[in-house]
């Protein structure tokens, strides 16, 4: 099984998106990505948490505009396999794009 980390980029950070909206649209806002969790199920490694951006090392990678605002781990056979855990995320729902990366293995680990 395959190791991916996903990063949700949106349009405003986490910290804008969380005091922006109102206490029932955070609730609607969870219980989306809960019901999304399970239906991906034992896909779903580490369901992350928002991110705060604090500091960038080195030259910053320009991103259309998105910043990340969260990140999961996710596990599957194949990306095939992941693409189809990833329909109808949330994030997707609200304007955000999700980048995936496969976790490789550290040679000598």
Do not use: C, N
């Not at 910290?15 to 609607?28: D, H, L």
């Not at 034992?42 to 090392?57: I, Q, W």
């Not at 599957?76 to 855990?85: C, G, I, K, R, Y």
């Not at 990833?86 to 550290?106: D, K, M, Q, R, Y």
Request: charged residues 15%; proline residues 8%; negative net charge.
């Amino acid at each position: 099984m395959t190791k991916f980390m996903i990063l949700y980029r949106a349009p405003m950070s986490a910290r804008e998106q969380m005091t922006a909206g109102t206490p029932e649209q955070a609730q609607a806002g969870m219980e989306a990505w809960m019901a999304w969790a399970g239906k991906a199920g034992p896909a779903v490694v580490d369901l992350g948490s928002p991110l705060g951006a604090v500091s960038e090392v080195g030259t910053p990678v320009p991103a259309a505009g998105h910043v990340i605002g969260g990140y999961s781990i996710l596990q599957a056979d194949s990306e095939f396999e992941l693409a189809t855990v990833l329909e109808g995320h949330p994030h997707l729902a609200w304007g955000g794009t999700i980048e995936v990366h496969e976790i490789l293995p550290v040679p000598g680990m």
